[in-house]
Nanobody
């Protein structure tokens, strides 16, 4: 099992910045990739960004150039730096981890609210 604890988030004005953190514990050596999803009210959960063990990153087109996902392997933590925030970035952000060598599994964090005011 992999457990995820998120931190960061909050209220920021448009054009501002926030950083989200997600710390993993448990079966961390079985993690293949980590990332962030978000869900706005009345919308489906959508991919924001992911990073693999090899460091390959993938971003949603809506955040490319504004968000940066990085990882600190020593701390088993990933960071989502969000710059030039827009009101449409307002959502609950969820950290996730894909893990398992033989049986693929996915864990989710509890979610953290990001609100961008105009």
């Amino acid at each position: 099992q992999v457990q995820l604890v998120e931190s960061g988030g909050g209220l920021v004005q448009a054009g501002g910045s926030l950083r989200l953190s997600c710390a993993a514990s448990g079966s961390i050596f079985s993690i293949n990739a980590m990332g962030w999803y978000r869900q706005a009210p009345g919308k489906q959960r959508e991919l924001v960004a992911t990073i693999t063990n090899s460091g390959y990153t993938n971003y949603a087109w809506s955040v490319k150039g504004r968000f940066t996902l990085s990882r600190d392997n020593a701390k088993n933590t990933v960071y989502l730096q969000m710059n030039s925030l827009k009101p449409e970035d307002t959502a609950v952000y969820y950290c996730n981890a894909d893990w398992g060598a033989t049986t693929p599994s996915r864990s989710w964090g509890q979610g953290t609210q990001v609100t961008v005011s105009s």
